[in-house]
């Protein structure tokens, strides 16, 4: 079932009237849902109603004043949401992308959502449904109609259009095209479906090598950049901040490479808990700042190689991980790439890391891995609230 602007409804024995629509597609698997935005005039409340048809999820939720604490829940969902479709009183447009996490408690019928868009962290908070608890008691129109009543937070009502491409202002495509137009087109298709052909084939065997950490943090919002260290032989380390914790950054990132990754431990000594994680190529460790903030760091591994300075802003413990983590797990094979040049870690004095082959980080980019060249399963992010 699929709801208009205006439209009517009674969720969980209260009214509510459809105010906004958003259409969302998961980057990670590319499932779909819906986020309706319902607003009671009798309650003056507004929330976020999802709608997953495909995997039979509805949930209502409310925007959270302050932080909630995640005790005693369990993380049932993560990924990337991408807003493919617009309507009404919404504050995002097509194309907006923002990262979440989904938490469900023991009874797997209360949730917590997290979503960090390009401006901050909203954090949401609601329940299951079962579909016989939501219920249109009257129709408001249709979404592609052309133009439609909107609630104003300000109060009042305005008067909106469609906002998805290929539509008119009257919810139709423009039948003006003349044909020397439409052979223009055809034209200019014959000459690009080769070009995309090749590409295609191209991105497939790019597709094989391992993707990088450095450009996932760039163009990611959940990562905010914050400064970069100069190292020796032309190599610098990028730190970026983060509001998720050190266990959600580290396993979005693993995620966010398709878990290609050579190596992966977390510190479990020194009362420390970052994680350090290497590719063929890079060297990345998330951690906790002396202020309590989340960093990550990432450099390539000649970088690493060549420069043993201490991790911006980081703790003793981090500092002695970071090396000691480089030294037993990357050093080696480097010292072979890199022969040429000496290193800091010539000198290497402090202990080696023994390998744990039970660590939760090295496993779960093990299992992303095998989902990326299988059929994902997922709940399709249905429980997410919204911006």
């Keep these: 079932m699929n709801f208009a ?58 925007v959270a004043r302050g932080n909630v604490p995640t005790d005693g829940y369990h993380e049932v969902d993560r990924g990337v949401e991408e807003v493919i479709g617009a309507w009404g009183n919404v504050d995002v447009e097509i194309g907006d992308t923002a990262n979440f996490i989904e938490y469900e408690d023991v009874t797997e019928e209360k949730i917590i959502s997290h ?93 094989n090598s391992t993707p990088s950490i450095a450009k996932y943090l760039d163009k990611t919002s959940t990562y905010i950049y914050q400064t970069s260290i100069t190292g020796t032989e032309g190599e610098k380390a990028d730190v970026y901040m983060t509001y998720y914790d050190v266990d959600s950054a580290a396993k979005d990132i693993i995620a966010g490479i398709d878990g290609k990754t050579e190596d992966v431990q977390q510190n479990t000594e020194d009362g420390d808990d970052s994680v350090a994680i290497l590719t063929s190529k890079e060297y990345c460790l998330v951690y906790t700042s002396e202020d309590g903030e989340t960093l990550v760091q990432i450099s390539t591994r000649k970088y690493a190689y060549y420069n043993d300075d201490d991790p911006y802003r980081s703790r003793t413990g981090t500092r002695r991980y970071y090396r000691r983590y480089y030294y037993s797990r990357g ?57």
């Design 331 to 387: 050093y080696g094979s480097d010292s072979g790439t890199y022969k040429s040049s000496s290193s800091p870690y010539g000198n290497y004095s402090d202990s080696t890391l023994s390998s744990n082959p039970t660590d939760t980080y090295n496993t779960y980019a093990g299992s992303v891995r095998q989902s990326s060249t299988t059929s994902r399963t997922s709940s399709g992010g249905g429980t997410s609230s919204g911006k």
């Design 5 to 62: 602007l205006g439209d009517k409804l009674r969720v969980d024995g209260d009214d509510f009237e459809v105010i906004g629509i958003i259409s969302y597609r998961n980057r990670m698997d590319n499932a779909m849902w819906m986020e309706y935005k319902i607003f009671s005039h009798t309650l003056r409340q507004e929330k976020w109603l999802s709608f997953d048809e495909e995997f039979k999820e509805y949930s209502v939720s409310q």
């Design 115 to 207: 979503e960090i868009w390009e401006d901050g962290l909203e954090v949401s908070t609601g329940y299951y449904l079962d579909e016989d608890e939501i219920v249109r008691t009257a129709t408001g129109g249709n979404m592609a109609s052309g133009a439609y009543n909107s609630y104003q937070s300000s109060g009042g009502y305005q008067s909106t259009g469609y906002q998805s491409s290929g539509f008119t202002s009257g919810g139709t495509m423009s039948n003006n095209a003349s044909s020397d137009s439409v052979k223009k087109i055809m034209k200019l298709l014959v000459t690009l479906i080769p070009i995309l052909v090749i590409f295609s084939a191209f991105k497939g065997i790019a597709g």
